[in-house]
T-cell receptor, first 114, second 115 residues
Framework: GDSVTQMEGPVTLSEEAFLTINCTYTATGYPSLFWYVQYPGEGLQLLLKATKADDKGSNKGFEATYRKETTSFHLEKGSVQVSDSAVYFCALSPSMEYGNKLVFGAGTILRVKS | DAGVIQSPRHEVTEMGQEVTLRCKPISGHNSLFWYRQTMMRGLELLIYFNNNVPIDDSGMPEDRFSAKMPNASFSTLKIQPSEPRDSAVYFC?????????????FGPGTRLTVL
């Protein structure tokens, strides 16, 4: 079945460091790919998305490129801030099924120190 | 826009009791999703509706769980009887249509503790 694998956390970085969170997926067809972020005590919010191969999603300095050849959608940010501390979820929405249910990775905790 | 509204935000109950979680999706959204989040299993889709009709309930753990969507602006998730292993954060989400491209908007969640 469809699945998403994320790098395990927590990831701890100093402010202004470069961030990469790896995400790979298994799916049939051409899924849409998403990164969601969850701040403490809140629900998930969409951070960025890409709906076809080679698309780059970007938002708030974060970006990720849909790589079909490596089935990956790695999240990157050039300079993290303390306010980026949160849990980041990679997710896919299968293209072969009716509806847009999401399959989530396990989540990666990011801690940014000042 | 008020966003997805869930109630209660916190629920503490004793094993064997009935628990009802409520969700009001964003007005105009046609798809509604219920998720459960635990440390052990992460985020799991329990059930989702499109135009008030359940489309996929394969994630519902067992017969103790049931979900309804009587109209476009309200859904419930019921657990009867509740067990300690049901303790989790339950999220409701909605989206504009069943397209795989569409963003889901999440509510703040209900933290359920079953003693």
């Amino acid at each position: 079945g469809d699945s998403v694998t994320q790098m395990e956390g927590p990831v701890t970085l100093s402010e202004e460091a470069f961030l990469t969170i790896n995400c790979t997926y298994t799916a049939t067809g051409y899924p849409s790919l998403f990164w969601y972020v969850q701040y403490p005590g809140e629900g998930l919010q969409l951070l960025l998305k890409a709906t076809k191969a080679d698309d780059k999603g970007s938002n708030k300095g974060f970006e990720a490129t849909y790589r079909k050849e490596t089935t990956s959608f790695h999240l990157e940010k050039g300079s993290v801030q303390v306010s980026d501390s949160a849990v980041y979820f990679c997710a896919l929405s299968p293209s072969m099924e009716y509806g847009n249910k999401l399959v989530f990775g396990a989540g990666t905790i990011l801690r940014v120190k000042s | 826009d008020a966003g997805v509204i869930q109630s209660p935000r916190h629920e503490v109950t004793e094993m064997g009791q009935e628990v009802t979680l409520r969700c009001k999706p964003i007005s105009g959204h046609n798809s509604l999703f219920w998720y459960r989040q635990t440390m052990m299993r992460g985020l799991e889709l329990l059930i989702y509706f499109n135009n008030n009709v359940p489309i996929d309930d394969s994630g519902m753990p067992e017969d103790r769980f049931s979900a309804k969507m009587p109209n476009a602006s309200f859904s419930t998730l019921k657990i009867q009887p509740s067990e300690p292993r049901d303790s989790a954060v339950y999220f409701c989400a909605s989206s504009t249509s069943p397209s795989s491209y569409n963003e889901q908007f999440f509510g703040p969640g209900t933290r359920l503790t079953v003693l």
